[in-house]
């Protein structure tokens, strides 16, 4: 039975576990393919490709990147990439490079709402701390008593109208769907339900929008099954692959141990009638019988 989960994290950016541990994860739990997709970096693939070859999974090269849409902060997962192709490397370089001065920005705001010397703690949950950002604020926040778990951080702090939100310009969507697709890659769109709750969330004419703009970019996919999706979520937008001609995909977005909705490799199948954005690289490897 193949098990493909298409989006986790490792602490080359904000997930918990190393590379290594985390395909050992993948393993334990049954995954056969997996995409580790670290947030604007490439730096963990080589040690879970050596871990995956090791193990007998397959490991497919990824990326999650941090794109800003109009007034929206959105996620684009690329899949099959070449992380060598120099577009890409300078891109990620690019977006990566604001973070610490977004982090200090960050305990500023934290600190004029009354919650001081957030910023030291932050770093000490920052593997890479080249890759500081919400998430390790948040374990902060958590371990220093502010918020009770993860979720509830997000819904006092760092989020649009609260203490600690920070503006941020991350890459466009053209510039991000090029540099995946140049280098022979897949973009796909990351849990798209997220950006249809909370403060200046989109609607249903927005998320339309935004779709029809990726798909003229060259994007060909959307989280169709992820880790912060409900069942009628998967039917929605299942329905706007539909819709727009894209393929679709499942990830769980693990970034650790207790932290996460879904373990690694514990999402359900597709729903039936979407195209599995696998196929846009896996039929390329086959030779097909005339
Ligand atoms: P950043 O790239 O610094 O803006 O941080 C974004 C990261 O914060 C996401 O990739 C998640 O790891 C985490 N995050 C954002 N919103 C939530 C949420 N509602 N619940 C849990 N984690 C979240
Ligand atoms: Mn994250
Ligand atoms: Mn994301
Ligand atoms: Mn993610």
Request: hydrophobic share 40%; net charge neutral.
């Amino acid at each position: 039975m193949l098990n493909y989960d298409l989006h986790c994290h490792s602490s080359v950016s904000d997930g918990t576990l190393s590379p290594t541990a985390l395909v050992e994860r993948a393993v334990l739990r049954g995954v056969t393919n997996l995409a580790l997709t670290d947030h604007d970096n490439t730096a963990g693939l080589e040690e879970a490709r050596a871990a995956a070859v090791s193990h007998g999974i397959k490991l497919i090269n990824g990326v999650e990147i941090s794109v800003t849409w109009r007034s929206h902060s959105v996620h684009i997962v690329g899949l099959n990439i070449d992380p060598a192709y120099p577009k890409l490397v300078e891109g990620l370089y690019a977006v990566r490079s604001g973070r610490g001065k977004r982090a200090e920005k960050m305990a500023d705001s934290l600190a004029m709402a009354g919650i001081g010397d957030t910023l030291a703690g932050a770093y000490r949950y920052a593997g890479n701390p080249a890759m500081v950002g919400r998430a390790h604020f948040a374990r902060y926040l958590v371990e220093s008593g502010r918020s009770k778990d993860l979720k509830s951080v997000f819904s006092q702090f760092m989020t649009k109208g609260k203490p600690g939100y920070v503006p941020h310009l991350w890459a466009s969507l053209e510039d991000a769907v090029a540099w995946l697709r140049g280098s022979g890659g897949v973009a796909v769109i990351a849990h798209p339900g997220r950006y249809m709750v909370g403060r200046n969330s989109m609607g249903k004419k927005t998320m339309q929008e935004f779709l029809s703009d990726f798909a003229t970019c060259g994007g060909q996919g959307i989280e169709v099954v992820c880790g912060s999706h409900t069942l009628e979520q998967y039917a929605e937008f299942a329905r706007y692959a539909g819709e727009f001609n894209l393929s679709s995909s499942c990830g769980s977005d693990f970034h650790g141990p207790g932290e996460s909705y879904r373990d690694l490799g514990r999402l359900p199948d597709l729903p039936l009638g979407c195209k599995p954005i696998w196929e846009l690289w896996e039929s390329a490897n086959t030779v097909k019988e005339v």
